[in-house]
């Protein structure tokens, strides 16, 4: 099929100081075996060589598109910037640490064209931590009608958020935002379960890195400029950030009746909080099943979440 009939897929990459990280996400991009990508990348102000080493690459890839920000605009912005810049029919960020599995765009296009009533597809979502495999998302597929039923389960489910990296559809994400608060993922994908269904493909799609940032919630909530106690409460301020997404800060659920708002923002608050503090009671009583609330994001490796 010649690259002009397939649809454009933007591929983003928001980086800072990632003059020697940048190459693992970029050859992760080159392998899908999909001609018709462009690369955006969103430089925020480094201070390394990161600008070298990017335009050094365009010599040989003109679909890398290069922007370097005149200050530092913060990570959730620079995710921002990269959406807004995409002119693809569909869309994913890369950290530039994390890397996708090689010839998952194809498989993800094809599904996509095939089925309009989804917004977002993904395959399973392998974590790395010190260059080990540690824990496998899966399980996050969201095919109800009812679109409030997909984000309460949502939201009753997700622990990592990873599903922020798979393939949306550009074009739906123009009213979501990606907030400056811990548990940011967890609110954009639950706007995306409100506008259609969501479908986790059973292969691995993404590995991602633990470590930077996200390397526990005390460094997290931190970096977000959060109160000191949502590092060690972080699940109780995003259950509250999930009341408020649904309540008024999205418009994406403004079409919804008062008292169908109410419902599921309540809904949507009591579903992170027992999917989190209830597998800590579960926890409890499961060997090798611990999640540790106060010494950050880490539990014990499982095989799937």
Known sequence: METNALPLVSVGIPTYNGGHRIFKPLESIWKQNYPNIEILISDNCSTDTTQNVIEELQKNHPEIKYFRQAVNIGQMPNYSFLLKNASGKYFIWVADDDALEPEVIPQYVAFMERYALFSLVSGNIRYWKDDAPDVLESGFTFEQNSAGSRVFEFYSKVIYGGLLHGMMRTELTRDVAIRHVVGNDYHFVANLAYLGKIKNLDFVGYHKNFGGISKNFKQYAKHMREHWLVGYFPHIKIASDAYAEVMHRSPV???????????????????????????????MRVQNYVIYPLNGLFRKPLSKV
Do not use: D, E, N
């Open 253 to 283: 659920f403004s079409g919804m009746s008062p008292q169908s708002k109410l419902a599921l923002a309540i809904s949507s608050f009591f579903g992170v909080l027992f999917c989190y503090y209830g597998r800590i009671v579960v926890g």
